[in-house]
């Protein structure tokens, strides 16, 4: 970073700016240091291979449950189930790869997660890393967040958004008054701004949201991204993964029976995928940057799901969300050691530090879709 330095303030200007909480910051700086002398950014390598091997075994299982019971209807959803699984939790793997949160150097991490990310799963690294390190940057922000993009389109998210979808900003109305220009937002709910019904998101969320994402979506729009990017070698990792499938289910199942294979896979991983991924942040407040500090933009964010061997294992970890955003190279197998110090900082500084049980968190993301599109009704029909 140094040869980015262009210069350095003087000693009568602030280092730090009115909208951000500069005590909370210089403590959170204390407990990295402090996280560190703990060795809790040290990887634990056993904790890794055994990950790697379980989602190995698992798809290995899936394979010999039709090669030995037939290509019935019973052993074929068992294979399903089974590449389900080890699919949901490779994409918990490949992110640890993605944060470099294993290995000690870079080079590895990133040749691993090529491995995990391109031939188990079948996606390419590089969309990956560009669209989830602009989430940790700056999550839950409009137009900064690609996570919250399906905002206005599809859903109102978050009590601002669903009123106000644009906002000017300081920028803006700089430039505004030096020019004399006639600014508008535009408003959501106030202005009739109507894309979809969106007082029935809470329920229309079980028809286009966790069955659909994956198959419906991603699944094309992964190919779109690395050819108009041209990331051949992701490309070539993808395609590995495809010819892996082709080559071991297509002689058992023939291709057509192959691709509902494929597909019913891709369905129960995507549920699987966005009710855990969302449930930590769709509840959580959701508004453009208004430029707080890097710890307070996290926290408000980011929501906890109780400790639990099975949480652990069926979210990767990301039960721990607050803390994998404070710490987001962190092993994850260290989350639950620093939790307690990082509940402390919260009260502390009177900010709150949720953590619930896993049914109340997918329960939260329902609540929260239906008060939002609420909202919008309000201010749509009344505003």
């Known amino acids: 970073m140094s040869s980015l330095l262009i210069g350095e303030l003087s000693p009568e200007q602030p280092s730090f700016e009115p909208s951000k909480n500069k005590e909370l910051t210089l403590e959170f700086r204390e407990l990295q240091a402090t996280v560190e002398r703990m060795g809790l950014m ?4 056993l904790f890794f291979l055994l990950c790697l091997l379980h989602i190995l075994l698992l798809e290995v299982a899936a394979w010999l449950t039709l090669r030995v019971l037939g290509t019935s209807l019973v052993p074929f959803l068992l294979c399903a189930v089974l590449l389900s699984v080890a699919q949901a939790q490779a994409g918990w793997l490949q992110h640890d790869f993605g944060h470099l949160s294993v290995f000690s150097t870079s080079r590895m991490n990133h040749l691993l997660h090529h491995f995990v990310i391109g031939h188990l799963k079948g996606a390419p690294a590089s969309w990956w890393n560009h669209m989830h390190f602009q989430h940790h940057a700056k999550p839950n922000c409009f137009r900064k967040d690609p996570d919250i993009n399906m905002h206005p389109f ?7 958004l669903s009123v106000e979808s644009l906002w000017i900003s300081a920028m803006d109305r700089d430039l505004e008054q030096k020019s004399h220009l006639r600014l508008k937002g535009d408003l959501l709910g106030k202005q009739k701004k109507k894309y979809m019904p969106y007082n029935h998101q809470h329920k229309y969320f079980f028809l286009i949201g966790p069955p ?17 990017r041209r990331k051949w070698v992701d490309l070539a990792w993808m395609l590995t993964f495809y010819a892996r499938l ?7 199942l023939g291709l057509q029976g192959f691709l509902s294979l494929f597909f019913i896979v891709r369905f129960l991983e995507s549920n699987w995928f966005v009710w855990v991924t969302q449930m930590n942040h769709i509840p959580m407040h959701i508004d ?11 926290l408000q964010a980011t929501c906890n799901v109780e400790q639990s061997f099975f949480n652990d294992w069926f979210s990767g970890h990301l039960n721990f969300q607050i803390e994998h955003h404070l710490f987001p190279t ?6 639950h050691k620093v939790a307690p110090l990082v509940r402390s900082l919260c009260a502390k500084h009177g900010i709150q530090y949720q953590s619930k049980p896993l049914l109340s968190a997918f329960a939260d993301i329902v609540h929260s879709l239906k008060e939002s599109g609420q909202l919008w009704l309000d201010a749509y029909l009344h505003q």
């Open 42 to 45: 040290r990887t634990n390598p």
């Open 330 to 335: 962190m092993p994850r197998h260290n989350y």
């Open 154 to 160: 599809f859903f109102a998210l978050g009590k601002v």
């Open 212 to 228: 659909a994402l994956l198959p419906l979506f991603f699944q094309w729009y992964i190919f779109y991204f690395v050819v108009q």
């Open 246 to 252: 082709l080559l071991t289910y297509v002689p058992l």
């Open 288 to 298: 453009h940057d208004r430029n707080v500090d890097w710890v307070s933009a996290q």
